[in-house]
């Protein structure tokens, strides 16, 4: 059985979203993490960068995926491309990225609450 075009290119699509969400979380679990340090974090980042930069580049429609895309290219730019990334670079950055991860997860999870049906019921409630 052959695949159609559109079949290819939607697989394709969703390994790279797979890999963008990956990259995500683990870069998650290395801020969390207090144990690692800056080689380490570089060396596995290093790797998962390299390994999406093999995949072919898709159209990314959500601006999640879209500013995910970005926030991974800065850390990258940030920590791997700088020579002098040490473990008091990451510490005192550990925080801030760690929100900003939390605003990209908002960002995402916002649009399944939006119900309009849910929402007139909420704005007509009366809290006391």
């Known amino acids: 059985m052959?695949?159609?075009q559109k079949q290819i290119d939607k697989f394709n699509r969703q390994k790279y979203i797979v890999?963008?969400?990956?990259?995500?979380?683990n870069l998650f679990?290395?801020?969390r993490d207090e144990h690692v340090t800056a080689e380490n974090f570089v060396k596995k980042f290093g790797q998962l960068k390299s390994k999406f930069d093999e995949k072919e580049e898709v159209q990314l429609e959500s601006e999640y995926h879209?500013?995910?895309?970005?926030?991974?290219?800065?850390?990258?730019?940030?920590?791997?491309?700088?020579?002098?990334f040490s473990d008091k670079n990451?510490?005192?950055?550990?925080?801030?990225?760690?929100?900003?991860?939390?605003?990209l997860q908002k960002l995402k999870n916002g649009t399944s609450y939006k119900k309009d049906k849910h929402k007139s019921k909420r704005q007509n409630e009366d809290w006391g």
Do not use: G, P, W
């Not at 890999?19 to 979380?25: A, G």
């Not at 879209?66 to 002098?84: D, F, G, H, M």
């Open 29 to 31: 679990r290395m801020f």
């Open 2 to 4: 052959r695949y159609t």
């Open 66 to 84: 879209q500013q995910l895309k970005e926030y991974i290219t800065r850390i990258y730019q940030s920590t791997c491309l700088v020579e002098e």
């Open 90 to 103: 990451l510490s005192d950055m550990r925080e801030a990225e760690m929100s900003n991860l939390n605003r």
């Open 19 to 25: 890999e963008l969400e990956k990259i995500s979380k």
